[in-house]
Each structure stands twice: as structure tokens, then as C-alpha cells.
């Protein structure tokens, strides 16, 4: 018997690029929700899909200099937890898929095993963006969030949401500092948490994706791009008077928004009522107890679900900082 086995010639082997060759003609947004899961956004306002959540836990058992850990006051961890899980009931309530980001407590610090996650694991809004075709993975500013990053990478890589870069060298990016104009524009906030090593790198990676990026200067006191503008429509934005850099004020005209502005500073400041999270065309998900701000909401046509958060904002975040947000509907085509 015979056992010889025939081996193709270079030329006709598929593996040496031979007639059989499979190429792989397809881009990497084409092929979100069939190699890679069905994520990306291109967009603030279309119908939300996914958020990926950090639940507080014992970490908040900790906090007991506020300041130390870039919080306001120490908070009752218990409430917190029970607070984020009111928080995931509303969005699964409408729609929403919550993923959760659940750091490896034997892993979750390199000093050592069984370590707590960092108290600022939960805003997960800071740690990473979406674009059409995958995620950027942030560089927290602070050395007391170094690191958070590890967590948010491997629960994308988990779920199959494919990452385009990790920011890197001396870098500082955080994901609440970049929001999107239009399909094809974004603009990035430069300060505190963003720097300009960070912003060009951000901004190098949604070039390669086709992507105009407009970089602003915010004020010396804010945090985030997040607390000075928020999108609830194709053609609706609020903005913070006196504190929105007014080169996104004629960046959001240009787009053709019409530009609101959040009447009341301490529904803001102590209520977090302007970082709400759009659930989909002129409806927002938005913390219970701003009146004034729902009103001034209500008034331009926008639907608002509530939910008590007020022993999280505590620890200097709100709804908006809390979600990463995963996926929502396509604008473009």
C-alpha cells in the first residue's frame, strides 16, 4: 500500500497564497456582529444598546479620607451598591444590556493577591470611548486611577469588542473627555484629565478610521468634557453657561444643534442633574431630584427617566460617568 501523501507546489497551495487563498476583504467595522460582537456608536443620541457597569462593593468600605480618593464625601458603600443596582434595573428596564465590568479580586492589583478594586473602578465612562469600529482604552490622569484601564481592557477583549488603541507613553485620557458631533466628527476636551499627549494620540486612531477630531480647552475646574456639554438629540445639546470653551459652542452650531443651556449650577454641581445619559432620540436617563433641570428638560420636548443615585454622587460622579457605554444604533449608514 501506498502512503505516500501528495504535497501542492508553493504555487497552487491556498496557504502560500495559492487559488484557494480565503482574503480577507472586509474592514474591521464591517465585520462588528459577526467575527466581533455587535458594538460601537457613532453617535450620542441614537437608541442605546449595551453599557458596561462596575458595581461598587467593599472597595467604598475603605474611603475614609474623601479627598485622598478624588471623592466628596465618604459614602455608605452599602447604599452605593443598592444605588447601582437600581441603576441596571432602569437601564435593563429599557432596553439596555448591562455588562459588568467585575475586576479579578486575586489579580486586581500587582502589590499582591486579594486586593479590592481601585473606589474609582465604577466610573467606567473615564476608562475607555467607542468609535464605529471599536474601542480606545483610556490613561486615567491620576495616579490614584492608575490602572483601572487593566480591568476595562480585558472585559472588552472578553465580550468581543475589538480594541483600536490603548493609549500610551506619557499620555492622560479619559474616555469622558471625547464626545461625537456627527458620524465622522469628534471632539476631544483638553485639561485636567486630558492632556495633550493624549489628545493626539486619540486623535492619530480616529484619523486611521476617517474621523475629524476638533480638540477644545476646558476650564481649569472641570473634570470632563462630560460636565460641560450633553447631547439629547440629532439637533438638541445642553451646555454649561459660562463654562462651555466656545469653540465647541461654534462646533455644535456648525452640526447644526441647537444649544440649551442648563439653567440652574447647583442642581449640577450637588445634584449631577446635566450628566444624564441619552437612552435614545429625546429621551435621557437622569437622577432623581433636579426639578428645575428636568423642567428645562421637559420643555424641549424631552422624555426624562429618573433614578435615585445621590449616595454616588457622593463620590464625584453621576449617571453619565458611571456608563460605558458599549453600543448604540448606527447614524451612518
Known sequence: MDHTIAVRPPAEAAAYGGPNWPARESSLADELGSIWSACGIDSEYATLKAVLLHRPGAELFEVADADEHLMLEAPDAALCGAQHD?????????????????????????????????????????????????????????????????????????RGVPILRSVGGRGTFEGADLCWLAPGAAMIGRGLRTNTEGATQVAATLAEIGVETLVVDLPHTSMHLMGEVRFA???????????????????????????????????????????FVTLG?????????????????????????????????????????????????????
Open 86 to 158: 437600581d441603576l441596571a434595573d432602569a437601564y435593563r428596564a429599557n432596553g439596555v444590556q448591562v455588562m459588568y465590568v467585575d475586576p479579578d479580586a486575586s489579580g486586581a492589583s500587582l502589590s499582591g493577591p486579594n486586593q479590592l478594586p481601585p473606589p474609582n473602578q465604577m466610573f467606567c465612562a473615564d476608562l475607555f470611548v467607542m468609535t464605529p469600529s471599536g474601542a480606545v482604552v483610556g490613561r486615567p490622569a491620576s495616579t490614584v486611577r492608575a490602572g483601572e484601564e487593566r480591568w476595562i481592557a480585558r472585559r472588552l477583549a472578553d
Open 233 to 275: 438629540d440629532r439637533d438638541l445639546a445642553f451646555a454649561r453657561p459660562g463654562r462651555v470653551p466656545w469653540t465647541a459652542l461654534e462646533a455644535l452650531r456648525r452640526h447644526g444643534y441647537e444649544v440649551r443651556f442648563f439653567p440652574d449650577d447647583h442642581e449640577m454641581v450637588r445634584g449631577f442633574g446635566h450628566n
Open 281 to 333: 432620540p429625546r429621551r435621557v436617563l437622569m437622577p432623581e431630584g433636579c426639578p428645575l433641570l428636568q423642567a428645562a428638560y421637559e420643555d424641549a420636548g424631552v422624555e426624562c427617566v429618573t433614578v435615585e443615585l445621590g449616595e454616588i454622587h457622593k463620590c464625584a460622579g453621576g449617571i453619565g460617568c458611571l456608563s460605558g457605554v458599549v453600543a448604540r444604533e448606527r447614524v451612518a449608514g
